[in-house]
């Protein structure tokens, strides 16, 4: 017997309104109550086996739609959508994996536990919300009427297993975390590094002082370091492909019609006496602002409101993409109070944006039937290339857009795409080479290399060469001067410091300037771009007895973050690699 069959329901309206402020609708999914309006063979994917439905997949889409809509008052661009599109898929999978992975631990929960997070001394946050008073007690009387109302027992079920999920995943989260405590030395640590100070003397001996013409690199040298390193040039999946663009931004048309919009408001704009609500009224680009202000600051595309008499209207000006019209409402001395009233200059959505998707549309039908590059010929429209990385959706040449990445991971070589918007041209695409993941070969990064090894040549040279200078100078001063450089310093130098003023980013090097005892002159120290010989001329260690029980929780608390956020991210991708995952998206909605 479930726990709500053991704690009758309650009115109907609260729980309601109970039930969608906590869960929203695509959490029920995961409660598998709309398996059973599921009819046919629907599922998007499968995660070991265990099925991503339809259902679930857009009810998740709908709910972050809902929110960009209600958050920007815009409807959803096709961009937008695709991103949802992929974050909904990614937190499905997750959410499958964390739920099998609570399966294998065995992680349950009792009825007990999902009673007293009901009516308990301390209930679940999601129930004290609904029938808190406002005193910040339980209303007892409100729940139990709640509980026994039999008229809602499917409701009652939902918060049941919202619940129970609830508690299991924090039963997940609480053994997760429990792998990442952060010990007292972990936090002792973190605090000497960054209460130590010391002041610095060194000399630099950069690795660019050796000439190319002094290091002889082999293609043996090369080839040995790639086959050493070969892990180091892998590469994702890529794609080369052939594009033709479509403008969807405002015309001169469009500017025109804008322009006339504006100027026929003019003699409105004059007579309104609440000129705060006829720019509500008429959505202006420009918030209402009315207050003084000095001439000689006016901004200079405002300048015309100068020329204006009190009450008086300017005729409509064009300036960076937006028509606007000015009203003088006073003016004094040297001051002057004016309201702009603002149109965004944007393309007529038929007569600009239809036009162009049907336009669009039509060279990637014939493009099919005639070829991609002689009907663009035929159309007199320019052949754009482009390249792109699986997994980076930014693309030179087009900005980001993770519908022109959707469509190149499913296509295959000489496929041609349906017109894909983006947010000023509608584009069509050609794939014309797909390179698969692999290890890159050797002459497509034997640049890459030969700069590694010439500069580890150098940095062998630079060390004999500091050596010698060490065997015979015993101060950095000697060796300065033997060398021909001067002797730098740094002061109040952080253990937790990675750059060293003067001298760039180094954190090994200072990893070993704090290894050394004060007034010790170190041997050569290989750093990222140099070699240094360095000296501790005066050390201040922290005082961990100095540490306030404030400071060692606040940082506790950062190292527990920084821990758990790089912890979940290698988990996830590790459960997500032992994984047998199947998308398919492509097929089913893509028309893959």
Known sequence: ??????????????????????????????????????????????????????????????????????????????EMRAYYEDQAWEELVSSKLIQQKMDDLGITVTDQEVVEMITGENPDPFIRQQFQREDGTIDRVALQSAIEAPE??????????????????QKMSNYVQSAMEVSSYEVEQAYIKRNTFADVSFVRFPFAEIPDSAVNVTDSDLRSYYNNNEEQYTRQESYRFKYVSFDKTATKEDTARIQK????????????ENDSLFLVRYQSATPYSAEFVKKSEINEKYQPVLDLENGEVSQAITQDGQVFSIKKLDERQDEVKFVVFTFDITADPIATVDKKAEEADDFSFFAEEDGFEEEAERR?????????????????????????????????????????????????????????????????????????????????????????????????????????????????????????????????????????????????????????????????????????????????????????????????????????????????????
């Open 152 to 169: 809602n027992s499917q409701v009652w079920v939902m918060v049941e297993q919202q619940l129970r999920q609830k508690r299991r995943q």
């Open 380 to 592: 007199e429209f320019e052949v754009k290339e482009a390249f792109a990385t699986k997994g980076n959706p930014f693309i030179a040449g087009l900005g980001q857009s993770r519908q022109i990445m959707n469509f190149l991971e499913t296509a295959s070589e000489e496929e041609i795409s349906s017109p894909i918007e983006l947010s000023n041209q509608f584009v069509v695409l050609k794939v014309t080479e797909i390179t698969p993941e692999g290890t890159r070969p050797f002459e497509e990064v034997r640049s890459q290399i030969e700069t590694i090894v010439i500069n580890s040549k150098r940095k062998e040279q630079l060390v004999d060469r500091v050596n010698n200078l060490l065997a015979s100078n015993e101060t950095l001063e000697a060796i300065a001067s033997a060398s021909g450089r001067e002797v730098s310093t740094a002061e109040n130098l952080s253990m937790n410091a990675s750059v060293i003023p003067g001298a760039g980013r180094e954190p090994r090097v200072v990893g070993a300037i704090f290894g050394l005892e004060e007034s010790e002159t170190s041997g050569p120290i290989s750093g990222d771009n140099a070699v240094f010989v360095a000296k501790i001329d005066n050390r201040t260690d922290a005082n961990l007895e100095a540490m306030t029980a404030a400071t060692r929780n606040q940082l506790q608390q950062q190292l527990q973050q920084q821990k758990s956020a790089s912890f979940s991210q290698v988990w996830m991708e590790q459960l997500k690699e032992e994984a047998d995952i199947e998308d398919y998206r492509a097929t089913l909605l893509r028309g893959g």
């Open 261 to 272: 919009e504006m100027q026929d408001l003019r003699s409105d704009f004059e007579q309104t």
């Open 1 to 78: 017997m479930g726990v709500m069959e053991k704690m009758r329901k309650s009115t109907g309206v609260i729980l309601w309104v109970l039930i969608f402020s906590f869960g929203i609708l695509w959490a029920l999914a995961d409660t598998k109550v709309f398996d059973a309006m599921q009819a046919g063979p629907n599922n998007l994917g499968e995660v070991n086996g265990d099925p991503i439905s339809l259902e679930e997949y857009n009810s998740r889409i709908s709910y972050y739609i809902d929110q960009y809509s209600q958050q920007t008052g815009n409807s959803i661009t096709p």
